[in-house]
């Protein structure tokens, strides 16, 4: 028989379910056939835009389409578990988005059951296929920096919580605030860099200072605040990690804070032999990184020219591969329980007050 040669994709979701939709568009060995969403005249929007023969409301209806072989699941967060399970009981590859689940606990029934099920399941880390951080990535993981021994990773906004009153406020349906949602994000891209380091220990602290008060909502964003709207998750995060090979990495994320950031996310890196730092001001694609050196003993900064990237593409097209051709998927479900673990445990320290050991 002919090897395969696209993948036949349903994407779930269709509200960040249209990042997934321009990667796939841009990945020439995989197709989406079908979308499923409750916010039926998006779904259709969507579908006419991209193509989409067949639209579906709940998930369910779309998992029972006769020719799938991986869907994509761009849902809230509490769903990540239940709509990742039937997919994979119905023997559909999946590509999740971040965090990988509310906790721990939920993220280890997915990444057994996809063992038990034989099918890839990977997720969407699109923030490491940025070119700063490709490169940052590549020059690290080749011993560039030397010994990479202190790592800041942040992600500040004014004023972003992505919708007050939404799921995303929502203790119970997101499982956390800005940590779980963007912290995610660059908790992952400075492990990625440090070589995935098992993390010893963990010192964090957590505060919910404007968004209990109705303040710091995201003037841009696609939800509408309610009357009511609750506010049950922390609005600032900072945690202080210690890897097993001595080195440290410092936190600090908010949706919403009194700084002069707008929103700004990135990484400093310091290694025995260079440095680098990845500054992403909303969400620039050019001229964020700047590394360090020497150069005869006098200090050197450099900017590389970066290329403009599409984060999800790069995911996607890593995610098709390994299901056509067997290769690894990184980012892996495994990585991202291994960042839901670290989030549990900041979490956990915040609410101790206190350093707490990884597994205890
Ligand atoms: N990687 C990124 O850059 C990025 C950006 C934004 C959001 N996200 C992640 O994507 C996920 C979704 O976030 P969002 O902003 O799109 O939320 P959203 O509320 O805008 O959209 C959620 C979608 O899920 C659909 N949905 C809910 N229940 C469903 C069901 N039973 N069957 C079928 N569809 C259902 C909704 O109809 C909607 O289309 C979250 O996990 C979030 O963390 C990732």
Same mark, same amino acid.
């Given at each position: 028989?002919?090897?395969?040669?696209?993948?036949?994709?349903?994407?779930?979701?269709?509200?960040?379910?249209?990042?997934?939709?321009?990667?796939?568009?841009?990945?020439?060995?995989?197709?989406?056939?079908?979308?499923?969403?409750?916010?039926?005249?998006?779904?259709?929007?969507?579908?006419?835009?991209?193509?989409?023969?067949?639209?579906?409301?709940?998930?369910?209806?779309?998992?029972?389409?006769?020719?799938?072989?991986?869907?994509?699941?761009?849902?809230?967060?509490?769903?990540?578990?239940?709509?990742?399970?039937?997919?994979?009981?119905?023997?559909?590859?999946?590509?999740?988005?971040?965090?990988?689940?509310?906790?721990?606990?939920?993220?280890?029934?997915?990444?057994?059951?996809?063992?038990?099920?034989?099918?890839?399941?990977?997720?969407?880390?699109?923030?490491?296929?940025?070119?700063?951080?490709?490169?940052?990535?590549?020059?690290?993981?080749?011993? @560039?920096?030397? /010994?990479?021994?202190? !790592?800041? %990773?942040?992600?500040?906004?004014?004023? *972003?919580?992505? #919708?007050? =009153?939404? +799921?995303?406020?929502?203790?119970?349906?997101?499982?956390?605030?800005?940590?779980?949602?963007?912290?995610?994000?660059?908790?992952?891209?400075?492990?990625?860099?440090? @070589?995935?380091? /098992?993390?010893?220990? !963990?010192? %964090?602290?957590?505060?919910?200072?404007? *968004?209990?008060? #109705?303040? =710091?909502? +995201?003037?841009?964003?696609?939800?509408?605040?309610?009357?009511?709207?609750?506010?049950?998750?922390?609005?600032?995060?900072?945690?202080?990690?210690?890897?097993?090979? @001595?080195?440290?990495?410092?936190?600090? !994320?908010?949706?919403?804070?009194?700084?002069?950031?707008?929103?700004?996310?990135?990484?400093?890196?310091?290694?025995?032999?260079?440095?680098?730092?990845?500054?992403?001001?909303?969400?620039?694609?050019?001229?964020?990184?700047?590394?360090?050196?020497?150069?005869? @003993?006098?200090?050197?900064?450099?900017?590389?020219?970066?290329?403009?990237?599409?984060?999800?593409?790069?995911?996607?097209?890593?995610?098709?591969?390994?299901?056509?051709?067997?290769?690894?998927?990184?980012?892996?479900?495994?990585?991202?329980?291994?960042?839901?673990?670290?989030?549990?445990?900041?979490?956990?320290?915040?609410?101790?007050?206190?350093?707490?050991?990884?597994?205890?």
């Amino acid at each position: 028989m002919a090897p395969q040669e696209r993948v036949r994709v349903g994407v779930i979701g269709c509200g960040a379910g249209q990042f997934h939709l321009e990667g796939y568009a841009q990945e020439p060995r995989g197709t989406v056939v079908a979308l499923a969403g409750l916010d039926s005249d998006r779904c259709r929007e969507l579908a006419t835009q991209y193509d989409i023969p067949h639209t579906y409301g709940d998930y369910r209806e779309l998992l029972a389409h006769p020719d799938l072989d991986a869907v994509s699941v761009v849902v809230p967060n509490h769903l990540h578990l239940p709509v990742t399970l039937a997919a994979l009981e119905a023997g559909k590859h999946v590509l999740v988005e971040k965090p990988l689940a509310r906790n721990a606990a939920e993220g280890e029934e997915m990444v057994d059951a996809a063992r038990r099920a034989d099918r890839v399941l990977a997720i969407a880390f699109n923030r490491r296929h940025r070119h700063d951080m490709e490169l940052v990535h590549q020059h690290a993981r080749a011993g @560039g920096f030397g /010994r990479i021994y202190y !790592v800041k %990773a942040f992600w500040m906004r004014r004023a *972003g919580i992505p #919708g007050l =009153g939404t +799921w995303f406020t929502n203790k119970e349906q997101a499982g956390g605030g800005p940590l779980i949602d963007l912290g995610v994000h660059v908790l992952d891209m400075a492990l990625w860099v440090m @070589g995935n380091p /098992r993390v010893l220990t !963990v010192s %964090a602290a957590t505060y919910a200072e404007l *968004g209990p008060r #109705g303040k =710091g909502n +995201w003037a841009g964003a696609r939800f509408k605040v309610t009357e009511e709207a609750r506010y049950e998750v922390e609005d600032l995060a900072t945690a202080f990690l210690r890897t097993e090979d @001595g080195a440290t990495l410092q936190l600090e !994320v908010a949706w919403a804070a009194y700084t002069g950031a707008t929103d700004e996310f990135g990484l400093t890196l310091m290694g025995s032999e260079g440095g680098a730092e990845i500054h992403v001001k909303d969400y620039a694609l050019t001229d964020t990184l700047r590394t360090f050196g020497d150069f005869e @003993g006098v200090p050197t900064e450099c900017r590389p020219r970066l290329q403009k990237t599409h984060g999800h593409a790069g995911v996607i097209h890593k995610f098709v591969a390994s299901i056509l051709d067997g290769a690894p998927v990184s980012p892996s479900g495994e990585e991202g329980l291994d960042r839901v673990r670290l989030i549990d445990a900041i979490y956990r320290s915040a609410d101790l007050k206190r350093e707490v050991t990884i597994g205890e």
